[in-house]
């Protein structure tokens, strides 16, 4: 799973035992070179699902981590686009990658921006957040958005109970609220704790106007469902 170039697993188990922030910190070095790094593939997709509803002009990464999306950002936004992280490590690798972009340290949950961007995006960040805290998340990014402005994410389906994937992501989750009982501070990540269902309740809640789309490019599971959907949620106005 991880390159000669990835952390050791004596890095990743101090990193499980840190806090989120401080154990990106740690692996932000090496982080590009994991299986956490969003794939390609699921960048280009939604680049190329979002490409018809292009031009836009400011564009915003939430959780941006190293900046892989802005892969999807650049091509998209006519005017500055902006990464939001609270790693400092993650930022520096991100700057670093992409100098014209502007780079901010900040909690998501309490965003420093008010109708700002058109387009913001985020990949691989919602199993950082427990479903108590999704609320703010979404109401910031609400408030950051201009009036018609749109929030774009991929979600996964649900891999089926017959599937090796369904039993290591539920291990997984075991596994890390285990960690959390007994150990301080918690680390959150969780794979199961984001249902499309769930998420677009509380897109919703928040005021935006949910739809999605197949990412049909990913490929399709075992029933024919796409493996993942992109989630557009519209902030109501002027688009």
Not at 37 to 66: H, K, M, N, Q
Not at 198 to 226: C, K, N, Q
Request: overall charge positive.
């Amino acid at each position: 799973m991880f390159s000669s170039q990835g952390p050791s697993l004596r890095e990743l188990a101090i990193q499980a035992l840190s806090s989120v922030e401080r154990g990106y910190d740690l692996l932000a070095p090496k982080f590009d070179h994991t299986p956490f790094r969003t794939p390609e593939s699921l960048l280009e997709a939604t680049a190329d699902a979002l490409r018809p509803l292009a031009p836009f002009d400011r564009g915003l990464d939430v959780c941006c981590g190293t900046g892989a999306g802005m892969r999807v950002l650049e091509p998209l936004c006519r005017g500055r686009i902006t990464g939001v992280d609270f790693s400092a490590g993650m930022l520096a690798q991100a700057r670093g990658a992409h100098p014209d972009a502007e780079w901010i340290r900040a909690d998501v949950r309490t965003l420093p921006f008010a109708e700002t961007f058109d387009l913001a995006v985020s990949f691989g960040a919602l199993g950082h957040f427990l479903p108590a805290e999704r609320p703010a998340l979404f109401a910031g990014v609400y408030g950051a958005l201009r009036p018609g402005g749109l929030f774009a994410f991929p979600v996964g389906g649900p891999p089926p109970l017959t599937s090796g994937w369904y039993w290591a992501l539920l291990g997984f989750d075991l596994a890390m609220r285990a960690r959390n009982a007994v150990w301080r501070p918690p680390f959150v990540m969780y794979y199961r704790t984001c249902p499309l269902h769930a998420i677009r309740d509380d897109l919703t809640a928040a005021g935006f106007t949910v739809t999605t789309v197949p990412l049909t490019a990913i490929g399709r599971r075992e029933d024919g469902s796409p493996r993942y959907r992109l989630v557009l949620a519209r902030k109501p106005g002027t688009s």
